[in-house]
């Protein structure tokens, strides 16, 4: 059932919800990527929280003018009304004010969402079980959703990642050096109002999949995990988009099987666990590689040095030296070294003198710095380089290569 | 003597500032009350170098960012040849602080220096094989090719200032604003920038440099603007970088920051 789910054979209404929050999902976390480098993920915070009084007083609007109060556009172009003023609201208060962003995106979440909840509790004595479904906006639910409502929601995501396309450059000047995207020509204001649009256009249409108290987190937890596996921000958007496109399709789909759960708590469940796969396993910056790289450092160094002190006939003390030269077939356990550790240990004592020589040339200092204590210098200067270290040295002496 | 506008001051300012590629004129910052920079005088020369020198706090950085609208300025007028520094900010290269970003950003030195092209390429422009070249010929001229491709968070802090001054470089400037490139760097990095700035400086470009070391101020530079909030001096190193000059904007903190060479070799 979940299998057929997943790929979209549950029928027409349920595989257009699925395909509709996966688009949501790659394009949250895309525009999060953005908030993410801008360093103003809380933001996003605020304006979810913010839709809330919007939705409500939406309904009740549509409502008093005898309207159907479930309509979607409607509700959504009052959340994004609401979350429009809660936005305004943090940002004159951090720039007109002495308050800090943070200060001031916590007075605001709270008091909207605080609103928010008042006028749902009046709208739930005002009429007659019509307010049915509005709860769905806290928690995000696909149940009961139009052919048209999943149809909005994918015309926003895909409309979202054309904005984000177009206006990736100036983003991301603007996140990495304001002060020289100025001086490029870039207006800040501008670039981070189409940003926080973009953040809450996202939110806006992920209202109704997602939930409002749940959106944030389709829209940071995908970067997050992204920048474990990139060091470049052009895939790290990508890879975001991704993420949280994969991490939307397995939770509608969930929902699609079992309606009964809130389909946003899934959905971020699921992020949280492709988030923690990345951080433990990615290879360019996950825990794991970060450990092995460093334990075959301390190794590295460990050999480096050991060989220095034999060679210059010093005792090792060290057991973490002592058993590494062993397995290495360096030295015996009394720390004797063998022939080979000999040759071995006078070739790092002439490459050290090496580096010693080069560091003090101008013509070689840069080539220089890239030495890490551990690298071979053949693999960082060419044989003229080295020959010409030597004549300087004065030839290499009695060394067994 | 209070001296009131002739003729033939008005033709001489107008020709002063239609030559100077950054002339200030009353520029006044505050960020409260108390002014950062109080109405600030300053006509750069064409086709030197120029330092602007002055004691921690006296608005130097805050002058050049308000110069060119980083910063939002009380009051004042910014020239570049005559026309107002807004409208010309495409032949203006400005290199910030290194310590004003965060290097841990997910950005390669390529893609560092390839943002100097942004006004060239546009919003929409695609960055072509020749835009890369360009932008590899500028990583040649501070010596950084072979890191090309590492992530920034990797350099040392000089080599970080290189990368910012590549950036510039890819700009193609007439005038180079820089705020303190020498600031933290090592010995290498500084010959290699100032290898650089001496170069723009024969193509006939103008740089103007906030710098802290005194000492190096008469090697590097042509001309000095000495600055403490007011503007104290400004010309030529040799006439105006003085003890009484120097004096008058460090006030009485300067007796150990210069040694008198004469006085060493007597």
């Known amino acids: 059932m979940f299998l057929e789910a997943l790929f979209f054979q549950l029928g027409y209404n349920a595989t257009l919800v699925t395909f509709g929050a996966t688009l949501l999902g790659i394009a949250a976390g895309v525009t999060g990527s953005f908030l993410f480098f801008r360093k103003r993920a809380l933001v996003s915070d605020a304006i979810s929280h913010a839709t809330l009084p919007g939705v409500a007083l939406a309904f009740i609007v549509m409502v008093t003018l005898g309207f159907d109060g479930r309509n979607l556009p409607g509700l959504l172009l009052g959340s994004a009304i609401s979350a429009a003023l809660g936005l305004f609201a943090v940002q004159w208060l951090s720039s007109r004010t002495r308050l800090t962003e943070d200060a001031a995106i916590g007075a605001v979440l709270s008091v909207f969402f605080g609103f928010g909840i008042v006028l749902l509790t009046v709208i739930q004595t005002m009429s007659s079980g019509r307010q049915a479904g509005l709860e769905g906006f806290l928690l995000g639910s696909t149940a009961g959703m139009l052919y048209a409502d999943a149809l909005l929601i994918a015309g926003g995501g895909a409309l979202a990642l054309i904005l984000v396309a177009i206006f990736r450059r100036p983003m991301m000047m603007a996140s990495f050096d304001p002060e020289f995207a100025r001086s490029s020509g870039i207006n800040l204001d501008r670039t981070d109002l189409i940003m926080m649009g973009l953040v809450m256009g996202v939110t806006v249409i992920g209202l109704k999949i997602v939930g409002l108290i749940l959106i944030v987190a389709l829209l940071i937890i995908p970067p997050v995990a992204a920048r474990f596996w990139s060091d470049r921000a052009d895939r790290v958007v990508v890879i975001a988009g991704g993420l949280g496109g994969l991490s939307a399709w397995i939770g509608a789909s969930a929902s699609a099987v079992a309606p009964n759960l809130p389909t946003g708590p899934i959905i971020v469940l699921t992020a949280f666990a492709i988030f923690t796969a990345s951080m433990l396993f990615a290879p360019a910056r996950g825990l794991l590689i970060s450990a092995i790289h460093h334990r075959n450092f301390q190794r590295g160094v460990h050999i480096r040095q050991g060989l220095v002190s034999l060679a210059q006939g010093q005792p090792i003390y060290e057991p973490m030296t002592i058993r590494l030269l062993r397995a290495e077939g360096l030295a015996r356990a009394d720390g004797v070294p063998t022939p080979d550790g000999v040759a071995r240990a006078s070739r790092v004592l002439r490459d050290e003198k090496r580096w010693e020589t080069a560091r003090s040339d101008p013509a070689l200092e840069m080539a220089a710095a890239r030495y890490d204590g551990l690298t071979q210098i053949e693999d960082v200067l060419t044989p003229d380089q080295i020959a010409e270290l030597d004549t300087r040295i004065g030839g290499p002496r009695g060394v067994t290569p | ?266």
């Open chain 2, 1 to 266: 003597m209070l001296q009131l506008a002739n003729a033939e001051n008005v033709r001489a300012e107008a020709q002063s500032l239609r030559q100077s590629p950054f002339a200030i004129r009353g520029l006044t910052v505050s960020y409260d009350q108390k002014p950062a920079v109080f109405s600030v005088d300053a006509t750069i020369e064409p086709g030197k170098l120029t330092a602007i020198v002055g004691p921690n706090g006296a608005g130097k950085s805050t002058m050049l960012k308000a110069a060119l609208g980083i910063i939002k300025p009380l009051s004042g007028q910014v020239t570049h040849l005559g026309r107002p520094v807004a409208d010309e900010m495409h032949r203006i290269a400005y290199v910030p602080q290194r310590a004003s970003v965060d290097w841990d950003f997910p950005v390669r030195v390529i893609d560092v220096v390839l943002m100097g092209l942004f006004r060239k390429t546009g919003l929409l422009g695609r960055l072509s094989g020749a835009d890369r070249k360009h932008a590899m010929a500028c990583l040649e001229r501070v010596g950084m090719t072979d890191f090309a491709s590492r992530q920034i968070g990797q350099l040392s802090g000089g080599q970080q200032q290189r990368v910012f001054l590549a950036r510039a470089l890819a700009q193609d400037a007439d005038l180079y604003l820089l705020d303190e490139p020498f600031a933290g760097v090592d010995a290498a990095t500084e010959k290699a920038i100032i290898a650089v700035l001496k170069s723009l400086r024969a193509e006939g470009r103008t740089v103007v440099a906030v710098h802290h070391d005194l000492s190096t101020v008469p090697d590097y530079f042509d001309n000095v603007l000495l600055l403490n909030v007011r503007k104290i001096a400004e010309g030529p190193v040799a006439t105006t970088f003085t003890d009484e000059n120097l004096g008058a904007a460090y006030g009485g903190r300067l007796a150990t920051a210069r040694i008198d060479p004469a006085a060493v070799a007597g």
